[in-house]
Every structure is written in structure tokens, then in C-alpha cells.
């Protein structure tokens, strides 16, 4: 039982470090990729603390050398899936009722971790594994993971502070328990960040948590979860389970003592889990919480006032980094006639710039997308906006997959507002953009819209404030991260909390309180000093 009253200051942002030629920080990750390139590992699932091996094994090559394996990783099956969410249920009850500042001293401390001696490590994995540049990965895999850790425990710490009214003669006061069952963490490919945030945002309020990483990222993942066992992570409260998602997910979506699902990843596969749960409302102990971020068609919106010079590198960075493979990525512009000729120019002249190949070279921009089934998709678009009449590219268009799945920056030009690559989600290196006539701003503007399902991220580029300002009123929902003269991407734990809605999710902004309060469920306790002994009121004194 805690003697005092523990308080955590607000964290500040970690410095995002810039691997300059000659600097520690690149010496130190160049030897960590020369290092980790040398031996693959064994991934084992982690259940109650326990390394299980199935031997149902898949392998792990990086997406830009099919011959290089990084690892052998072991597939949860049936039994292991009940192992899990028995050992979920086992730790439940003394993870939870552990004092709060205790749970967040171990999340502290691997934010530290991996902010400090295992900042290489996890940097170059997910440069190897996930195919990011150093820029990329480092405020991926370093900042933004440490960021959420910090954060998310000052977060909880503000939430805790936040009590009821007492008037004379009783004492009313909330606690924040956690959820009764297990969470379900189901993580993306794209964002060490994010995988390692799904997970421990539940765990550090109380709960039990079931880790199914991407298949894709599960090298990273896998590392994360091992500085979660080094900073004092007791065994159960969360437990690591690679595996196929379809088949994991029968047998927790409709487990009673399922308390909620935290989710970043497709459109469909939400509502398909959304789908079964409410098909399945009445077997549950609660109403499981469903916190999900999804899909996006984020777009930037050029008026007439714009200042030109900054939009071609908020296309090129908007667009194409990290290969597009961000739920933010700009996707599709709209931009007036007056300032496409100089426009055009300038994007073209920037991306023609860009070098693409292995993250190894620091040189480049460009590097791979994720896998196989990636490259597929993305070139079936590009292909189908060549073979289109409504469709000309303007760069690009090429791609590669005879080392690793190289897919090079595509600038498509349509003349329909409503092409396929204008709102569809595509998910790589290509942006397509839609001329419009200067007067039709306002119309413009109702076709971003309407065009697709989605609400994630947008952008307005504009020095005329009434266009600043009528785009926000028209796209009030378009957007849960709207961005003025800037790229749609780059949010920052506490600075820009990031999630959308409609299409794009439940808008729950990761990287804030409202995230964390979705893990836990008060309880207000009043104490009355003096009881009542009469049960009659004042009013009734007379007739």
C-alpha cells in the first residue's frame, strides 16, 4: 500500500536525433545492422511469461532482400490461444490491484530502454524488418515509442487526480480500476510505435492484455516485448502471440471475459471484429471497449492564395514517406489550375530527386514496401491508372521486385475527381492529383468530403484566412488530424493526438487522456460520517 502521493511531471518530447554523417548515433546503428544481419532468431510466443515453441514456423525475410532472414518465428495455435487468455485471467486480479505507481515504474523504465542503451537495436530492426529509412525509425521506434510510454503514464497519473465534489459531512472519491477481463491488442506492421502502444496502454491501467503482433512486424515486436520482461513486466500481464489473425481471433472475439480491443489495422478487419462482437453481445460479462484506428484517403487542399514554394515538399513528404505505407499519407490533392504549372514543376522536379533502395544507405529516401502482398496491390494500381484514359502519370510508375519489393514515388494526374486512386485506399508511393477550376474552391471542398469513406488526416494550404477558415467549416469531419500549410502527416504524442473517424475509426487519439480513459472503469466510493436515523424528509411536516 502506497504512504504517499506519488506524482509523475509532464514528460517532455524525445529528441528526435539527426544521424548526421560523422555523429555517435549513426556509427552505433550502422554496427547494430551489421550486427543483427548475421544471425537470424527464434521468435517463441510468450504465455505467462513462458517461451513456447509450436513448431508451426513461419520466416521472416526483410522486404528489401528476400535472401536475407532475420527470423524463424513460432504460430500460436488452439491450445496456445486458451493458454493465453488463461494466464490474461490468472494475472488479472494481483496485476490489478498492484499500486498504480508500481505498474508505472516498469513502463518508465522501458521507456528508457529503449530510448537509450536499445535505441540501435530497435531502430535497426525496424529499419530490417519493416523496410524505414534512419529517419524513419528513429522517430518511430525511438521517440514516438518512448513518447507514448512517458505520456500515457502522466496521463493516467492526470486521470487519477480528477475527483468528485464532497459537500459537509461526507467524504465522495472515484477510483480508476481496470477493466473486468482482457484486452485484445491487435497490431500494424507500419509503426513499432504503435505495436508497442497497443499493448501497454491497457497494461499500465490494470489490465491483462493478448499481444497478436502483424506477422510483418513480429522482429520488432518481439524485441519490444523483451525489454517489457527486462524493465519487471510480470509474467501474464501481457502475452505474446504471433499467429493467424483469423484464427486467433475466433476464439477470443467471442470470449466472455473479453473487456475490450485495442486495434490498429484495415477497415474491413474492424468492423468484421466489431461485426462479431455484436453478434455476440449477450455471452459477455461487459461490453467489451472497441478502440480501433484504421483506414485513410488523407488529402491536402490547395487554394489560389497559396503560397507555392512549400507544397511540392509537403507532397514529396506527404506522399511518398516511408513509402506511403502511413495511415496519414497524403494520397490525393486538390490543387487549382493557376498554380499546377508551377506546382507540377516543382513535385516533379523533387521526386525525379528522390534515390530509392536498401535502408543500409542512408542515402536513400525511398526503400522498400512491407511484402509481397503490398507490392501486388500497389502495382495493380499503378497499372490500372496507366491502362486508363481519365489517368496519366506524371513520374514513376515502375517497381521492382527481383531483390526486394521496390516500388518507385508515382505522381498520377486524373481528370476525374471520383478515379479509383482518388479514393481508394492504396496504401504505398502514390499520390494522384485532381485539377480544379480557381472558382470552384467551395465545390472543391465538398468533393474532398464526400469522395471517400474515410476521416483521418487532411490538409488545407492557403494564405487567405477565409479559405482556412471555410475549409475547416466544410471539412469539420472530414479529418480528425487537419493540418494548415502542412503536410497531413507527423503527428506527435501530446502535441497532435492522432486518430479519425467515420471509415478511419473510433477517434480516440492515441497520445492523450481520452485513449487512457477508455481503459479504465471508475468506481465512485461515497462515505457518509453521520448516518441519517430518520427517514422523514422536512416536507412533510404539514398536509
Known amino acids: ?114 530510448a537509450g542503451p536499445y535505441r540501435a537495436t530497435m531502430n535497426a530492426a525496424t529499419m530490417l524488418g519493416q523496410g524505414k529509412n534512419i529517419h524513419q525509425a528513429e522517430i518511430d521506434a525511438s521517440c514516438e515509442l518512448a513518447d507514448f510510454l512517458r505520456f500515457n503514464v502522466y496521463f493516467m497519473s492526470e486521470i487519477m ?14 477510483e480508476y480500476r481496470p477493466l473486468d477481463g482482457f484486452v485484445f491488442a491487435v497490431t500494424p506492421f507500419n509503426f513499432t510505435a504503435i505495436a508497442g502502444n497497443l499493448p501497454t496502454a491497457p497494461a499500465m491501467a490494470g489490465n491483462t492484455v493478448i499481444w497478436k503482433p502483424a506477422s510483418s512486424a513480429v522482429y520488432s515486436a518481439y524485441l519490444f516485448m523483451k525489454i517489457l520482461e527486462e524493465a519487471g513486466l510480470p509474467k501474464g500481464v501481457i502475452n505474446f502471440l504471433p499467429g493467424s489473425g483469423s484464427e486467433i481471433g475466433e476464439k477470443i472475439l467471442p470470449h466472455k471475459d473479453l473487456a475490450g480491443i ?38 491536402v487542399v490547395v487554394h ?55 535502408t543500409e544507405d542512408f542515402r536513400n529516401f525511398i526503400n522498400p514496401v512491407i511484402d509481397r502482398e503490398a507490392f501486388d496491390r500497389i502495382v495493380s494500381y499503378i497499372d490500372y491508372a496507366k491502362k486508363s484514359e481519365e489517368a496519366e502519370i506524371l513520374q514513376g510508375g515502375t517497381y521492382d521486385d527481383s531483390k526486394g519489393f521496390f516500388v518507385d514515388p508515382t505522381i498520377i494526374e486524373t481528370t476525374n475527381p471520383r478515379f479509383k486512386t482518388m479514393v481508394e485506399e492504396i496504401f504505398g508511393p502514390v499520390i494522384t492529383i485532381y485539377v480544379y477550376e480557381d472558382e470552384k474552391f467551395e465545390e472543391i471542398l465538398r468533393e474532398c468530403d464526400e469522395a471517400t469513406p474515410y476521416a483521418l488526416t487532411g490538409s488545407i494550404f492557403a494564405r487567405d484566412q477565409k479559405a482556412v477558415i471555410q475549409a475547416q467549416k466544410v471539412l469539420q469531419q472530414a479529418a480528425g488530424n487537419f493540418y494548415i500549410n502542412d503536410k497531413p502527416t507527423g503527428s506527435v504524442v501530446n502535441q497532435q493526438p492522432f486518430g479519425g473517424a467515420r471509415g478511419s475509426g473510433t477517434n480516440d487519439k492515441a497520445g492523450s487522456k481520452m485513449n487512457m480513459h477508455r481503459w479504465m472503469s471508475p468506481r465512485v466510493i461515497k462515505e457518509t460520517y453521520i448516518a441519517s436515523t430518520d427517514y422523514r424528509y422536512p416536507f412533510m411536516e404539514a398536509e
Open 1 to 114: 500500500m502506497a504512504n504517499a502521493n506519488f506524482i509523475i511531471e509532464k514528460p517532455e518530447n524525445e529528441p528526435v536525433l539527426t544521424y548526421r554523417e560523422g555523429s555517435q548515433e549513426k556509427k552505433e546503428v550502422k554496427e547494430k545492422l551489421r550486427e543483427l544481419k548475421k544471425e537470424a532468431i527464434e521468435i517463441p510466443l510468450i504465455i505467462g511469461g513462458e517461451e513456447i515453441k509450436t513448431g508451426n514456423v513461419k520466416k521472416r525475410t526483410s522486404p528489401e532482400d528476400h535472401d536475407l532472414l532475420l527470423a524463424k518465428y513460432h504460430q500460436a495455435g488452439s491450445e496456445e490461444i486458451e493458454k493465453a487468455i488463461e494466464a490474461s485471467l490468472e494475472a488479472k486480479d494481483p496485476w490489478g490491484q498492484m499500486p498504480w505507481e508500481e505498474r508505472a515504474a516498469i513502463f518508465l523504465k522501458a521507456a528508457d530502454l529503449v
Open 161 to 174: 487526480k480528477e475527483q468528485p465534489d464532497s459537500p459537509d459531512n461526507t467524504l465522495n472519491r472515484m
Open 262 to 299: 485495442h486495434f490498429t489495422g484495415s477497415t474491413n478487419t474492424f468492423r468484421y471484429m466489431w461485426e462479431t462482437i455484436g453478434n455476440n453481445i449477450s455471452g459477455y460479462r461487459n461490453y467489451p471497449r472497441i478502440v480501433g484506428e484504421t483506414g485513410g484517403k488523407d488529402f
Open 304 to 358: 489560389p492564395s497559396a503560397d507555392i514554394k512549400p507544397i511540392p515538399t509537403a507532397l514529396v513528404r506527404g506522399a511518398f514517406e516511408y513509402q506511403g505505407q502511413k495511415c496519414s499519407a497524403a494520397s490525393r490533392a486538390y490543387i487549382p489550375k493557376s498554380l499546377w504549372g508551377e506546382i507540377k514543376e516543382g513535385f516533379i522536379a523533387l521526386t525525379k530527386e528522390l534515390k530509392v533502395g536498401s
